[in-house]
Structures are given as C-alpha cells and as structure tokens.
C-alpha cells in the first residue's frame, strides 16, 4: 500500500531549480541520478552509477573541503539505509554547507522494487519493511534538524531548507514508488570528476 | 614501543608539507600519536569514521572539492573498503592511505590473521598500488614516494606499516587463561 502523494521528478526539479555555481550537487546510483539529470545534467553534479553507500560520505569530504559552497545530497532510501554510521560521522563535523535529503519510496529501485527497510510493516510476506524512520536515526546520530516531508504543501519549505538553511539539513521526503525512463548523464567517472573539477576549481 | 616514536612526528611533517588537508581515521593505537597530531593541528581537519569504507568516498568528496586527504586505517579495516576502493580506478583519482598492520609479525590474536594476510592482495585486486615498511628509518621516505604518486602521478596508494615496525603486543604479560 502505497500513500505516498509526491513525485520525484518533480520534486527533483523544484530542489534544483535555479542551481548556479554555488550549489554542488552529489546524487546516490539508480533514481536520484536520473533524477538530478532529468531536471538538468551540468557539470556541478556529481551523478554516481555505482558506490552504493558513498552518497553521503563524499558529499561531506566536499562540504568540508568548500565551506563557502552549498553542498546537497540526494540519495534515496537503499542507498541511506547502506551508510547510516555516515550520519553521525556528518554530525560530529557539522558542516554549516550539507544538506541530505533522502527520496523515500520505501522500494529498491535497481533490482525491482523490493521493499525496504522504510516500508510499512503488514504489507505481506514480499512487500513489508520495518517502517524504519530514517530522519529519527539522523537526529539519533546528532543531526538534530532532521524531519519527513509527506505533502506537497511542505515542499517549498523543503526546498528552501534544502538549499539555504545552516546545516546540517536532513530531510527525507516520502514518494510515490513509480517506474520512470532512466534520464541519464555521462557514466565516465573519471569524465565526471574532472568536468567538476573543471567547473569549480579550473583545473581537473 | 619497539620502534622510534618519531617516525610518526616524520609523517605528521610530510602531510603538512604535502597540503593534507583532511584525514579520515577511527581509533588505532598504531596511529594513535599521528591521529592526536592531526587533531591538534590548525592546519587539517581530522574525521573520525563509523566504518572505514567511509573514508574512500569522503577523499573523492575532497578531491572535487579541490582537497587532499589521507585514510589511516588498520589491515582489519581494509576488508571493510573493498567495493568503494573501487572509486579510485572509477574517478581516476588519487589516494593515499597509510595501514597499520596486524596479523603478520608476532601477532597473539588468532581473529586478526585472516584480514592481515589479506591484506597486501586485496589492495592489489582492487589495483591499489602497495609500498611496505618494516623499519622506522624507512618511514619518511616511503610515505613521502607514496604522497607524490598519488597527488602527482594520480595514483591510488597504500603505505604498509608493517607490524615489525611496529612491534607486536605482549600476549603473555597482558594476561592469563
């Protein structure tokens, strides 16, 4: 049973609307990397198609590293649920610059659409999750403005937070679970890293 | 301790001088007087990690972001790294990390076997170039050589700290079965 109200494409484009050379984005493999390319492949993305549970981390390693930048990551549950222990590491350095937000379809998206442990439990013996709650887990961890967004009338305020308040922001936004066309940007890593380098240091 | 301490004075010297900007750990007494260095210096920020897996992804992190970083981890924990070492041939980014070694030299505790001896081909099979050392005089020299193939030569680099360097744990004055 699905209650979820909000779609991610368009959530994605609402978060990133506007994005300039200020606001440095890393998304998790699968959804969220097409995500963040449908609503605009540029070169201040960081779209990874692989490192399950490296979302967060290497958003922090680039938040410390460009304290007068914003950085925002956007992964979904799979990827979080992979690299909790990240979000006490991003609480005990509490960058002012790093917001997580978390698309929450309570499904594993890549290997098709297996619950997680973020869906409801009673779903039947293929489709029960735990209704693990992964914003009491970031506030649990140290994070303490952590929250859920389910309705459409929360997501200006989530965009704002996403890319303005002083964090750490984390966010997990509950969405419908939906197959969509993969929108996909270069999958080169290597390409990836040097075009943002390029991009923000002008150099690779 | 069997070797120098001042091998790791000689590393905390070479991070500064080779612009160190972020290093990733968690607790190690094999690192332990480099990591409260670090700690107390202005000049690095010092992440302690839940899981040392975290490290690789945070020095891709810092990489775009213009940084330098080093992981110090033990042998145990490069098992916990392996997939995201991955990153490191994916990005063709540079990578440093220096390992204190167990399980190799002299080691009482039969569960450290297994990673430690591991440990040289498992960075291997991930395409991790490995330089090891076993005495203090060698230190310098060889976190200096590995510092300038990562962040000139752009590789992906393990110093080895071998536990005859570091000498091993008297199991026998520590206790009794």
């Known amino acids: ?204 | 301790m069997s070797a120098p301490a001042d091998w790791r004075q000689r590393i905390f010297e070479l991070f500064q001088q080779h612009d160190i900007k972020q290093v990733y750990h968690v607790p190690d007494a094999g690192h332990g007087p480099l990591i409260e260095a670090c700690q107390r210096s202005n000049a690095m920020r010092t992440v302690v990690l839940t899981t040392e897996e975290e490290g690789i992804p945070m020095a891709a992190g810092a990489w775009l972001g213009g940084q330098r970083s080093v992981l110090l981890m033990q042998s145990s924990g490069v098992g916990n790294t392996i997939n995201l070492l991955g990153l490191t041939k994916t990005l063709r980014m540079p990578f440093v990390t220096l390992i204190t070694m167990r399980g190799e030299w002299g080691e009482f505790n039969s569960w450290q076997y297994p990673m430690g001896q591991g440990t040289p081909r498992v960075l291997e099979a991930m395409g991790v170039i490995v330089y090891a050392v076993d005495r203090a005089e060698e230190v310098g020299p060889t976190v200096d050589a590995a510092l300038r193939a990562a962040f000139d030569g752009g590789q992906a680099v393990a110093v080895l700290l071998r536990q005859k360097l570091l000498g091993f744990k008297d199991f026998r004055a520590l206790g009794k079965r």
Do not use: Y
């Not at chain 1, 484009?13 to 990397?33: E, H, Q």
């Not at chain 1, 506030?139 to 009338?153: K, M, P």
């Not at chain 1, 002083?166 to 966010?171: L, N, S, T």
């Open chain 1, 1 to 204: 049973m699905d209650t979820a109200t909000l779609s991610r494409r368009p959530l994605a484009k609402k978060i990133l609307a506007g994005a300039d050379d200020t606001l440095l984005v890393v998304a998790g493999l699968g959804s969220p990397n097409w995500d963040i390319t449908e609503a605009g492949d540029r070169p201040l993305n960081m779209p990874l198609w692989g490192a399950m549970g490296g979302t967060v981390p290497m958003a922090l390693g680039l938040a410390l590293a460009q304290p007068g930048r914003r950085v925002l990551a956007i992964t979904g549950d799979g990827d979080m649920l992979m690299s909790l222990g990240a979000l006490a590491t991003v609480a005990m350095q509490a960058p002012a610059n790093l917001a997580i937000v978390v698309l929450d379809n309570g499904k594993f998206g890549e290997t098709g659409n297996q619950a997680t442990h973020t869906s409801p439990r009673g779903q039947g013996p293929v489709d029960s999750g735990a209704g693990t709650d992964l914003a009491m887990i970031a506030r649990g961890c140290g994070i303490a403005d952590s929250a859920t967004v389910t309705a459409e009338r929360e997501v200006e305020g989530l965009v704002a937070d996403a890319r303005r308040k002083a964090g750490p922001v984390f966010r997990v936004a509950k969405i419908k679970a939906e197959k969509l066309p993969f929108v996909m940007p270069p999958q080169d890593g290597a390409h990836l890293k040097d075009r943002f380098r390029q991009a923000l240091l002008g150099t690779t």
